[in-house]
């Protein structure tokens, strides 16, 4: 009994030995995005002469632009301790909205993203409204409106929207420079979003209230208001992603952005973000982005199945998740 006891002390001495500084946690924290970013590249690279083409990786900047933007407004959520499992079918609400404005009421494509943007971070604002002040679930509200949205979006339009205006197309397939114009963008949008977070009063609330909401609360910070602004700026980036998505499809469709939400949160938390809230990065997000991006565009070129795709797809959320829990185990 005594020898097991002294394990067991040993055991818990060696736990919280480990902290931010330790090898392990840093792989956990950092290192495992870097790893899977290189691994991946490797193995396409020397699995395939068609995956370091430049007109390959070209394709992959134009592929990965609106799940990057999406995962921006997800990371917001993420780092306040909340969750969206709405995203996807937001996003085809979002596109059916943009392309009836551009073409059923002949506005153009600045206009309408505006009002998009406008209308997706209002109803989002009501979604952060159920989660700040009447203490329901980011879960269970999300879930619900996962249904929702999509059966909003064939209502609006039990068809996709085809959108004759070329600016559109313009974006969601253009380039400039040799650079995708939705490629571009992603970057700004990135930009911006890491300056409010990193630079801003606001994205210091936004960790605090992730961290812990009632040591925030007790330090001034109002918790209802941020978690309400994370979620409309998160409308935001719904509204930004359905846009590119729109013009790659030059329409917008009710069957859009199926399960985006699922790669989002992947690429959200496989770049460093804590699950439960208050730690992440916009740079890790983008590296998971990016480590996504390469991963679906090098099984395309290898000509693995759909089917078998999702199962990894499915592996790679399971994987993201218990590596979270690995690295708040560390934590403790």
């Known amino acids: 009994m005594g020898n097991a006891r002294e394990r067991l002390k040993n055991l818990d001495f060696f736990y919280e030995d480990v902290n931010k500084k330790h090898i392990f946690y840093w792989i956990l924290d950092k290192g495992i995005t870097i790893i899977g970013f290189i691994t991946v590249f490797l193995i396409f690279s020397l699995g395939t002469d068609r995956f370091l083409t430049p007109s390959n ?10 799940l990057g933007i999406l995962s921006i407004g997800m990371t917001y ?9 709405s995203a996807g079918s937001a996003i085809a609400l979002s596109g059916v909205f943009l392309a009836s404005f551009m073409e059923y009421a002949n506005m153009g494509l600045t206009t309408s993203v505006i009002i998009t943007c406008t209308i997706m971070a209002g109803i989002y604002g009501v979604i952060g409204v159920l989660i700040a002040y009447q203490n329901l679930p980011s879960f269970i509200v999300t ?8 059966g909003l979006a064939f209502l609006y339009s039990n068809k996709p929207i085809y959108v004759r205006d070329p600016s559109l197309r313009e974006l969601g397939r253009g380039s400039t420079a040799g650079i995708p114009n939705a490629f571009i963008l992603m970057l700004i949008v990135y930009a911006l979003f890491y300056f409010i977070l990193s630079k801003t009063q606001f994205g210091k609330h936004v960790y605090a209230v992730g961290d812990n909401p009632e040591a925030a609360r007790r330090f001034g910070v109002n918790v209802p208001k ?10 935001i980036t719904v509204a930004l992603s359905s846009t590119i998505i729109a013009g790659r499809l030059s329409s917008g469709s009710p069957n859009a952005g199926s399960l985006m939400e699922l790669d989002a949160i992947a690429a959200v938390v496989f770049g460093g973000t804590r699950f439960s809230g208050g730690k992440g990065s916009l740079i890790g997000t983008l590296l998971g982005v990016i480590l996504l991006g390469m991963l ?16 990894v797809r499915g592996m790679i959320i399971i994987l993201a998740v218990w590596l979270n829990y690995l690295r708040r185990f560390l934590e403790r």
């Not at 900047?61 to 609106?66: T, V």
């Not at 879930?143 to 999509?150: D, H, K, M, N």
Request: hydrophobic fraction near 55%.
């Open 57 to 66: 990786l070209i394709n992959i900047a134009r592929q990965i632009p609106a």
């Open 296 to 311: 679906n565009n090098g099984l395309n070129i290898m000509g693995v199945s759909s089917y078998h795709q999702m199962v």
């Open 77 to 85: 959520v993420i780092l306040t301790g909340n969750i969206d499992l």
């Open 226 to 235: 941020v978690t309400i602004l994370v979620f409309m700026l998160h409308g």
């Open 143 to 150: 879930v619900a409106t996962l249904t929702a949205f999509r």
